[in-house]
């Protein structure tokens, strides 16, 4: 606990340095490099938990490596937990989102003349202060984290973010919500609305340990987006789509919902990035 006295003076110093910063032009978050967001939340904020919520191949993890990349380039330090791919392809998938190479051009080694561009891309990525940890290949051991296993990889990194960089982390992504293993999975009394409530809880709990801003991946149901608007159009995804939430929109402090018209009217997208450079 803190004195009035002394929460009023840190509280002032806060709002100062935030209106100093915003009269210099500076952005006062963690931009992500989506402009339209950008401007209607001035970046990620710590210690807030951001949910970025889509459909299956909407995006979501595009966005998160995205914003991450551009964090990194405005010398904002990051972590990027994947629970659906390895480390490896985390960072092809990186490198594949600068180069705008298909990612399925490098798994199925036809990259041919764009070696180069991947390579470049690569060299890029190798300059800017990101941590990737996806799952591990080849191990006997390995287990789909806990809150409580990110939260000791997120301190870990934090340290040696500290150490290389001189900063502390900016943001941390977490790809995505729904895989990260609850603790209380073998209690019979636990639903999974319960669980996935429980994992939103930790994630805040990240945010405010680290002081960081957290932005976490979620999957939609595909059934509601099956739902027509007034024209009769497949409509855009609400807050209530997220899957098995349950109380998870009371935990989270903000709520990015993807939809591309493209993919749900089923148009031909690039075939190089799969989400817009500016949403």
Known sequence: A???????????????????AARAGEMVGVKTGFHRVDELTSGLHAPELTLVAAAPSMGKTSFLIAAAINAGRLGQPGAVFSLEMTTRDLMTRAACSICSVPFEWVRTGRLGHRTGDFATALES??????????????????????????????????RECLRHTGKKLAMIAVDYLQNVRPIIASRKESTREGQVAEIGKGLKLLALRTNTAVVAAAAINREGLKDKDKNGQPRKPLVTDVRESGALDFIVDNVLLLHRDDYIHERTISPGYDFPKDA
């Open 2 to 20: 803190k004195s009035s006295n002394e929460l009023a003076k840190e509280t002032l110093r806060y709002a100062l340095d935030r209106t100093n």
């Open 125 to 158: 990525l190798s300059r800017l202060p990101i941590w990737w940890d996806g799952l591990q290949a080849n191990d006997p051991s390995a287990t789909v984290p806990t809150v409580l296993d990110l939260m000791a990889k997120a301190d870990r990194i934090g």
